[in-house]
Nanobody, 127 residues
């Protein structure tokens, strides 16, 4: 059974930092796309960033570029989202997602590409 489990969310003040983790079990993402998404209250879920696990090619959305970074530890089957200079508009539930690369036709930052989803972790940024 595939599971993705996020952790690391919390409450911070604007300008602060957090690092989210996403651990995959029951699944070896050696040739996959993986991504981070978020959904703020009353809004649609949006892509934050993602990458291809075999090539390492990655990207982030315009709204977080220069502040958020995606990294991974392949030995631990873990993906990270390091968030710096957080803003109140970053407040959302953050989800990680994954899929075999054959399914990633829309790219890793498009939710249509992903099959497996975590349960989400809340990030709250206060001004």
């Amino acid at each position: 059974q595939v599971r993705l489990v996020e952790s690391g969310g919390g409450s911070v003040q604007a300008g602060g930092s957090l690092r989210l983790s996403c651990v995959a079990s029951g699944y070896t993402p050696s040739n996959s796309c993986m991504g981070w998404f978020r959904q703020a209250a009353g809004k649609r879920r949006e892509g934050v960033g993602g990458f291809y696990t075999r090539t390492g090619v990655r990207g982030v959305s315009d709204s977080v570029r220069g502040r958020f970074t995606i990294t991974e530890d392949n030995a631990k089957h873990t993906m990270y989202l390091t968030m710096n200079n957080l803003k109140p508009e970053d407040t959302a539930v953050y989800y990680c997602a994954a899929a075999p690369v054959d399914h990633c036709v829309w790219g890793p930052i498009d939710q249509r590409s992903h099959i497996y989803w975590g349960q989400g972790t809340q990030v709250t940024v206060s001004s």
